[in-house]
Nanobody
Framework: QVQLVESGGGLVQAGGSLRLSCAAS????????MAWFRQAPGKEREFVAA????????YYTDSVKGRFTISRDNAKNTGYLQMNSLKPEDTAVYYC??????????????????WGQGTQVTVSS
């Protein structure tokens, strides 16, 4: 299994930006689809964005379309989530996740077998 470590979270004012990183080790990230999920206090973990192992296909939940961009740099074994125009409702712990390249890219957390420990994003109003 690939090991994942997120970074880049923090406190930002509404309207601001953050870029989350997901560094992979143990296996080459190029053989995995990647996704970002988030979990706010008292709520279930929800899908945010996903990217295929080639980087050719990306998927977003409606609430972040046009504001967030998922990307990957396989040469650096790292994935990213650029978050712009942040809103207080984006406050959550953000997790990156990976699934094998031959699996369908889904929005279901159970389909992703490798997870990072999460990074806190707090957006103040």
């Amino acid at each position: 299994q690939v090991q994942l470590v997120e970074s880049g979270g923090g406190l930002v004012q509404a309207g601001g930006s953050l870029r989350l990183s997901c560094a992979a080790s143990g296996r080459t990230l190029s053989t995995y689809n990647m996704a970002w999920f988030r979990q706010a206090p008292g709520k279930e973990r929800e899908f945010v964005a996903a990217i295929s192992w080639t980087g050719g296909n990306t998927y977003y939940t409606d609430s972040v379309k046009g504001r967030f961009t998922i990307s990957r740099d396989n040469a650096k074994n790292t994935g990213y989530l650029q978050m712009n125009s942040l809103k207080p409702e984006d406050t959550a712990v953000y997790y990156c996740a990976a699934s094998n390249w031959d699996a369908a890219v889904t929005r279901t957390s159970a389909d992703f077998r490798s997870w990072g420990q999460g990074t806190q994003v707090t957006v103040s109003s």
